[in-house]
Every structure is written in structure tokens, then in C-alpha cells.
């Protein structure tokens, strides 16, 4: 199966700027549709965006606007921008299959605290 590894996260100010990325050992293209979760202290894990294989996007409320879901099927990597972070937007950030329907092993995800 698949495995997801995702990377790039850290501590940054309010206003900040972050991007996170996921490299999968397969082809993406396979899976199809690519999602971006995140999971907050004492919360379920959420969908945040969606990218399908032929780059349409799809965005939580939450994050319209301030954040970019993309894709390279030719490296198996899938990004998120994220511009203008709120402190809650903290969280453990996940890559999976997308469109809220995760179906493959999670990885590790990546810290991201937004905290002044």
C-alpha cells in the first residue's frame, strides 16, 4: 500500500505563512483525488482541501482563501499553502485520499502551531 510522509511544518507568528508537503511511495495518480486534514488538541480530524487528478480544488470555509492545495504527479507530492495563519489553525496536519474519504494508512502528519 501507499505510504504518505508528510513534512514542512513549525512554529509560526499569527499573519504567517507556512507550506506543508506529502510524498507518497506510489503514484498519486492512482489514488486519484488528494485531500489535506488536520486534527486539533480534543478535536476529530477534519478534511481542510481537496485537489483531483486533473487539479480541480475544493476548500473548507475555514481555510478559503488563505490556503492553496496542489499537486506534482511527476514527484508524488502533494502541497499546502498556507498564507494569513490563525492560532486555530494549529494542528497536526495529514495528506490522504481526498474529498473528506480517507482511505489509505495515515502517516505521521506535521506540527503546525501558530502562537506569537
Known amino acids: 500500500q501507499v505510504q504518505l510522509v508528510e513534512s514542512g511544518g513549525g512554529l509560526v507568528q499569527p499573519g504567517g505563512s507556512l507550506r506543508v508537503s506529502c510524498a507518497a511511495s506510489?503514484?498519486?495518480?492512482?489514488?486519484?483525488?488528494m485531500g489535506w486534514y488536520r486534527q486539533a488538541p480534543g478535536k476529530q480530524r477534519e478534511s481542510v482541501a481537496t485537489i483531483t487528478s486533473g487539479g480541480g480544488t475544493n476548500y473548507a470555509d475555514a481555510v478559503k482563501g488563505r490556503f492553496t492545495i496542489s499537486r506534482d504527479n511527476a514527484k508524488n507530492t502533494v502541497y499546502l499553502q498556507m498564507n494569513s495563519l490563525k492560532p486555530e489553525d494549529t494542528a497536526v496536519y495529514y495528506c490522504?485520499?481526498?474529498?473528506?474519504?480517507?482511505?489509505?494508512?495515515w502517516g505521521q502528519g506535521t506540527q503546525v502551531t501558530v502562537s506569537s
Open positions: 490522504n485520499s481526498g474529498w473528506g474519504k480517507p482511505r489509505l494508512a
Open positions: 506510489g503514484s498519486i495518480l492512482s489514488i486519484g483525488a
